[in-house]
């Protein structure tokens, strides 16, 4: 008997072990899975054609993919190492590997878990004089590739722009990089934006609300949108985006601020129609302080260049803000690069003479305002289902055409 029991307890080890050990990969597969999965969907939703769009892809896919816990949720992975820059990597149209941030297409996060105990398979090895087999550790990979793909809903701004006339798709009779007049109060015409409720009322309020964190999601081709009535309060909710508060506000670790609040308007931006202030290069005549969008937000820089309260006026961009006193901090320190997301970078309804949805645009919003009514401008940055749009926006995936959103596609 005691011979028959040593024996079957051989056997029942194994099976223990193949229980405890395996099923302890397996836990460490999914988390390291689900780690993959954010990485590659943050990385992806970088890949925007830009110059510097590799850079911010692999950053966003280290931070958002290191969030995860791996090893029954450990933090530090169980001290075996996590994410870094060699784990991600891009492809093209063709899934071939590129290092050209214009091509970029997919983005693959690869990692692998290594050095993990064996509890019980290991002592295996000992009974069948195996130890290569059956090894004290044991490694764990996860793969994930993410691209941008077209939404069937989306999460944009409560503005229609309306194609210009004899304008039609994919830009609508617009130039990227052309500035488009905003009306805050008036008959909107062809060639300009407006006001519009995503959810099809005529409430001010909820224009507002829309504007504001978290917005407004859901909204799909065909969709009718709203026309709201006299804007009051939307000034307060646009110009957060831009790090300004007036003295009554939170400040922008609850109404959080773009990564930078640089405006831009004729007075210190001098370049020609399309003026390009996202990416290009600022004329002769332009302000000191004036560069592109892409430069202002890598330095994380304020409103007004300064950080300090605008109690004293703004004198780069000639706007006088009236009751907006308070500025985000800017520099790699401040509150620019603590709160902030990309907020002035919107997706945009494109509307036809009824009132209905019949495309997106990608804008840049340029100027915040001095009033509920005014009117102010963005910059047309092409369709938002382009490839080459700079715009990701949020919303549910697997649609036919749209503003582009991350997708897993492995």
Same mark, same amino acid.
């Given at each position: 008997?005691?011979v ?14 193949i ?16 780690a ?5 969907l ?22 958002a993919?290191?969030l995860?816990?791996?090893? %029954?949720?450990? =933090? ?13 990597? %891009?492809?093209? +149209? ?12 997919y ?5 692998t ?25 044991q490694?764990v ?6 691209? $941008? ?51 099809? =009322? ?7 609300n /829309? ?29 957060? $985006?831009?790090g ?48 592109? %969008?892409? +430069?202002? $937000?890598?330095? %994380?820089?304020?409103y ?44 945009a ?20 305002? =001095? ?7 963005? /910059?047309? $940055? ?11 926006t949020?919303g ?15």
């Amino acid at each position: 008997m005691i011979v028959t029991v040593s024996l079957v307890l051989l056997f029942l080890m194994g099976f223990m072990a193949i229980a405890l050990d395996f099923g302890h990969l397996f836990v460490v597969k999914t988390e390291l899975q689900t780690a993959m999965d954010s990485c590659a969907l943050a990385a992806a939703q970088e890949l925007d054609g830009e110059s510097n769009a590799l850079t911010r892809a692999t950053n966003a896919g280290i931070t958002a993919g290191n969030l995860n816990n791996v090893n %029954f949720q450990s =933090s530090s992975w169980s001290s075996q190492g996590k994410i870094v820059a060699a784990d991600i990597t %891009f492809k093209d +149209a063709a899934y071939g590997a590129t290092a050209a941030a214009a091509n970029a297409r997919y983005a693959q996060c690869q990692h692998t878990q290594s050095g993990l105990n064996m509890w019980l398979l290991q002592s295996m090895g000992a009974f069948a004089n195996d130890a290569t087999t059956y090894t004290n550790t044991q490694n764990v990979l996860a793969v994930a590739v993410a691209t $941008r793909a077209s939404a069937q809903t989306t999460c944009p701004i409560p503005i229609g722009l309306k194609p210009k006339t004899g304008g039609t798709a994919p830009n609508y009779g617009f130039a990227i990089g052309e500035w488009v007049n905003m009306l805050g109060n008036g008959t909107q015409v062809n060639g300009e934006m407006g006001w519009y409720n995503l959810d099809g =009322s005529n409430s001010a309020s909820e224009t507002k609300n /829309e504007l504001g964190e978290p917005g407004y999601c859901g909204t799909k081709l065909g969709d009718t949108l709203g026309t709201p009535g006299a804007q009051t309060t939307v000034d307060t909710v646009w110009n957060y $985006r831009f790090g300004i508060y007036k003295n009554s506000d939170p400040g922008p670790s609850v109404n959080h601020p773009d990564f930078s609040g640089y405006a831009y308007t004729s007075a210190n931006w001098k370049n020609a129609s399309p003026q390009n202030a996202w990416s290009g290069t600022p004329a002769a005549g332009s302000d000191p302080t004036a560069a592109s %969008f892409m +430069a202002k $937000r890598a330095a %994380f820089a304020s409103y007004d260049d300064t950080g300090t309260s605008l109690n004293g006026g703004d004198g780069i961009t000639g706007l006088k803000l009236n009751s907006f006193k308070n500025l985000a901090t800017p520099g790699a320190g401040g509150q620019h690069n603590l709160y902030g997301f990309s907020r002035r970078l919107v997706t945009a309804p494109i509307v036809d003479a009824s009132n209905k949805v019949i495309d997106y645009a990608c804008m840049f919003m340029l100027q915040p305002l =001095s009033g509920p009514t005014v009117t102010v401008q963005l /910059e047309f $940055r092409g369709n938002g289902g382009s490839t080459s749009s700079p715009c990701t926006t949020n919303g549910l995936a697997g649609g036919a055409a749209g503003p582009l959103v991350p997708v897993l596609v492995r």
